[in-house]
Structure formats: C-alpha cells, structure tokens
C-alpha cells in the first residue's frame, strides 16, 4: 500500500515555470515506479512522465519532452516534475501515481493515485 500527496500547483502565466512535488509514504513506497499523469476537463487521464525506481530510467510524452523534466529523491519518498514554458494546454490536474516501468512503458496502478493537484496557465 502507498499513499501520494501533490503538492507544488497552482496559477502561473504562459511562459514560466512550475515544479510539483509527489510525496510517497508506506511500506516499499520507494520501490515503486511512478508517474505524472494529466487531465483536463472532457479529456481522459494522460500520461505526462513516468521515472523508474531503480535506474531513474525515464519516459515521456513525445509533445512534453524539453519542457518537462522528472525526478525523484528515494531518500525523501519524492517524485518531482519541473515544467517550464509551460503553454495555455498545459492547464490541466495532475496527478502522480505508483505502477510500473518496463521495457520502456509505464503501467499506471489503479489503485495508487495521489488526489491530484490543479495547474492553471494564463495568457
């Protein structure tokens, strides 16, 4: 079992940037792969960065990567996501989430995600 926090979003004009935070805290919760995911209103749940737990190997959305970057610090159970640049599209609420990661693929577990946490870009 683990349990994510979101913290980290909020307000910012196009062009700047934002960094999230997903704190993991339960047995393992440094064991596990994670990822960020997004969903804006009408729009399904998709796939923003996930980083692997034991090489930080890492995948990203083909449109996303160079603006976004992924990170964790397993000594402190935290997942970040630094976005900068960020566009109007990337409004959204993100969520981290606890699955897996192989062969170049992560594999969100439906059962670990975080509350999710609001990320509003302004023109």
Same mark, same amino acid.
């Given at each position: 079992? !683990?349990?994510l !926090?979101?913290? *980290?979003?909020g307000l910012v004009?196009a062009g700047?940037?934002l960094?999230?935070s997903?704190?993991?805290?339960?047995r393992a919760?440094?064991r596990y792969d994670? *990822?960020? /995911?997004r969903?804006?209103?009408?729009?399904?749940?998709?796939?923003v960065?996930?980083?692997?737990?034991s090489?930080?190997?890492t !995948? %990203?959305a083909?449109?996303?990567?160079?603006r /976004?970057? @992924?990170?964790?610090d397993?000594?402190?159970?935290?997942m970040?996501l630094e976005?900068n640049?960020?566009?109007?599209?990337?409004?959204a609420?993100?969520?981290?989430n606890?699955?897996? %990661?192989?062969? *170049?693929?992560y594999?969100?577990d439906?059962d /670990?995600?975080?509350q999710? @946490?609001q990320?509003?870009?302004?023109?």
């Amino acid at each position: 079992q !683990v349990e994510l !926090v979101e913290s *980290g979003g909020g307000l910012v004009q196009a062009g700047g940037s934002l960094r999230l935070s997903c704190v993991a805290s339960g047995r393992a919760a440094s064991r596990y792969d994670m *990822g960020w /995911f997004r969903q804006a209103p009408g729009q399904e749940r998709k796939l923003v960065a996930a980083i692997k737990s034991s090489d930080e190997a890492t !995948v %990203y959305a083909k449109s996303l990567k160079g603006r /976004f970057t @992924i990170a964790r610090d397993n000594a402190v159970n935290t997942m970040y996501l630094e976005m900068n640049s960020l566009k109007l599209g990337d409004t959204a609420a993100y969520y981290c989430n606890a699955g897996a %990661y192989n062969n *170049g693929r992560y594999y969100a577990d439906r059962d /670990f995600w975080g509350q999710g @946490i609001q990320v509003t870009v302004s023109s």
